[in-house]
């Protein structure tokens, strides 16, 4: 595939194991709190639900509502602010990412979600060690036109999430590459099973 040699890659589920990381906040608060683990996990989805449109989920304010003594939210928020011990990436993004390096290519990241919340993500894996900071877009709209507009056109944009593949490739100014982890039955022309696919693809000589 003969493309622009700048990729942007979408953060949770495609990069970063973001169900996982749940599950790392779950223990955290049961940790802390009297709060039983069902009963957390009850809030956080029913906190995600109630925000399902246009806002996203905010762990202060999250934290806000669920936790009443101020010590301890303190050190909930400082633990998740500096244990990367919470943070994980997905086995096959730093070996892959260092090829595409290898290959020429920029990277970045288009994601969405509350930017503070996101660049805890950066900061605390080692993605930061790939990622060219010019080229960082993260937004609590990704598919907006007027953040389309922001990004590079021509260039590579990986995401696990059909409905944003579908925009992208309406758009028509970027290359959509859908990212396929769970095997989910969805038709799409350029799709990978995993980032080692995208390096095979974009190795190729045009
Ligand atoms: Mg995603």
Same mark, same amino acid.
Not at 88 to 112: A, C, I, P, T
Not at 143 to 152: H, K, N, S
Not at 164 to 171: G, Q, T
């Given at each position: 595939?003969?493309?622009?040699?700048?990729?942007?890659?979408?953060?949770?589920?495609?990069?970063?194991?973001?169900?996982?990381?749940?599950?790392?906040?779950?223990?955290?608060?049961?940790?802390?709190?009297?709060?039983?683990?069902?009963?957390?996990?009850?809030?956080?989805?029913?906190?995600?639900?109630?925000?399902?449109?246009?806002?996203?989920?905010?762990? +202060?304010? #999250?934290? /806000?509502?669920?936790?009443?003594?101020? =010590?301890?939210? $303190?050190?909930?928020?400082?633990? &998740?602010? @500096?244990?990367?011990?919470?943070?994980?990436?997905?086995?096959?993004?730093?070996?892959?990412?260092?090829?595409?390096?290898?290959?020429?290519?920029?990277?970045?990241?288009?994601?969405?979600?509350?930017?503070?919340?996101?660049?805890?993500?950066?900061?605390?894996?080692?993605? +930061?060690? #790939?990622? /060219?900071?010019?080229?960082?877009?993260? =937004?609590?709209? $990704?598919?907006?036109?007027?953040? &389309?507009? @922001?990004?590079?056109?021509?260039?590579?944009?990986?995401?696990?999430?059909?409905?944003?593949?579908?925009?992208?490739?309406?758009?028509?100014?970027?290359?959509?590459?859908?990212?396929?982890?769970?095997?989910?039955?969805?038709?799409?022309?350029?799709?990978?099973?995993?980032?080692?696919?995208?390096? /095979?693809?974009?190795?190729?000589?045009?």
């Amino acid at each position: 595939m003969c493309v622009m040699k700048i990729i942007l890659f979408d953060l949770d589920r495609t990069l970063f194991d973001t169900d996982w990381y749940y599950e790392q906040i779950v223990d955290l608060i049961e940790g802390n709190t009297e709060l039983s683990e069902e009963a957390i996990r009850s809030f956080i989805l029913e906190y995600r639900a109630n925000n399902r449109y246009g806002k996203w989920f905010n762990f +202060l304010k #999250f934290i /806000d509502d669920v936790v009443e003594n101020d =010590t301890t939210k $303190k050190e909930i928020v400082d633990t &998740l602010k @500096t244990d990367v011990s919470m943070y994980r990436l997905f086995e096959d993004v730093e070996l892959n990412l260092e090829q595409l390096q290898g290959l020429g290519y920029k990277m970045g990241v288009y994601s969405e979600g509350v930017p503070w919340f996101q660049e805890l993500k950066l900061q605390n894996t080692c993605l +930061l060690d #790939f990622l /060219d900071t010019e080229l960082v877009f993260i =937004t609590e709209m $990704k598919r907006a036109i007027e953040f &389309l507009d @922001t990004l590079p056109e021509s260039c590579v944009i990986v995401d696990d999430t059909p409905e944003v593949i579908e925009v992208l490739e309406k758009d028509g100014r970027f290359v959509p590459v859908w990212l396929n982890r769970k095997g989910v039955e969805w038709k799409y022309g350029r799709e990978i099973g995993g980032l080692g696919e995208l390096v /095979d693809i974009l190795a190729k000589p045009c």
